[in-house]
């Protein structure tokens, strides 16, 4: 099949999926209608916050000192907010990875799927804190533990998504390839692939906050290099200082926020075609 019959069948494809959107003159995150129910929002959590912490400073500290805290160990939190990073970017990444090469290979052979998925849902459902502890005998006291539960976590969800989206083909568009005697290479680079982008995206919306789950717990559960945010987390409520769990806390949440913001940056880059959004699996 020629180059130029496949780009141009795949060009006309995806302009049959392009719709017309209205242009706006002010986006649409800019307006104060999408910024006013969350400010009403976090108003309203911060002022019941403070009057739990007012009434019982032993369960939970005032917002000011977990500020205070924040500012007078900036360097403290700054380093284990990059060990805790670097757990994440290593380990996510490499569960990301495998889960779509495994998926790509489950898409393509059933006989895979039939023979691999039994095993992987073993270990899925097997609580992450049970294996972590195996992982540190196993590889030692470093951050490899921490980077394989952290990749561990996050790979259910991108196979199972990224399957779905490999299978989930247009059979008209794929009747056309095959009339066109279009490879196995062929069909996946130019329609499996780009179709099931949305589903990828919707299991990274599941699978980048699990990450930092992952990374935390591992932090947990993990003996050996006292490094990171839920290492910080661990130490500081063992010591009742509760200014400093609370900020270690509010940083892991930052964290996962910043890598939805992210994320939804680049979906907007990548799916520029696509207006809606994929149900996540998993």
């Excluded at 898409?107 to 972590?132: D, G």
Aim: aromatic share 10%.
């Amino acid at each position: 099949m020629s180059e130029m019959t496949i780009r141009d069948t795949t060009a006309t494809l995806a302009t049959a999926r392009l719709r017309e959107t209205p242009r706006r003159g002010i986006p649409s995150w800019l307006r104060w209608g999408a910024w006013l129910p969350t400010l009403i929002t976090f108003a309203i959590a911060a002022t019941l916050w403070q009057l739990v912490a007012w009434t019982n400073p032993y369960v939970l500290p005032a917002l000011q000192d977990i500020g205070a805290s924040l500012a007078g160990d900036a360097g403290m939190y700054w380093s284990n907010f990059l060990v805790t990073l670097l757990e994440v970017v290593v380990g996510a990444s490499a569960g990301i990875l495998a889960g779509f090469l495994l998926a790509v290979v489950m898409a393509e052979f059933q006989i895979i799927e039939k023979a691999v998925m039994p095993l992987v849902i073993i270990v899925m459902v097997t609580p992450i804190v049970a294996i972590a502890p195996a992982l540190v005998v196993a590889f030692g006291f470093g951050m490899v533990p921490k980077f394989i539960v952290t990749g561990l976590v996050v790979f259910f969800p991108m196979l199972v998504n990224s399957l779905a989206g490999l299978r989930d083909v247009d059979q008209r568009a794929l009747d056309v390839f095959t009339t066109l005697h279009a490879s196995r290479w062929e069909i996946f680079r130019e329609l499996r692939l780009p179709g099931s982008m949305p589903y990828m995206f919707a299991g990274l919306r599941i699978a980048l906050p699990l990450a930092v789950v992952g990374a935390a717990v591992a932090e947990f559960v993990a003996a050996g290099q006292q490094a990171g945010l839920g290492s910080l987390v661990t130490t500081s409520a063992a010591q009742a200082n509760l200014p400093v769990t609370w900020a270690s806390i509010a940083l892991l949440c930052l964290l996962g926020v910043l890598l939805i913001v992210l994320l939804a940056v680049v979906r907007k880059r990548v799916l520029w075609w696509s207006d809606g959004e994929v149900t996540a699996k998993g």
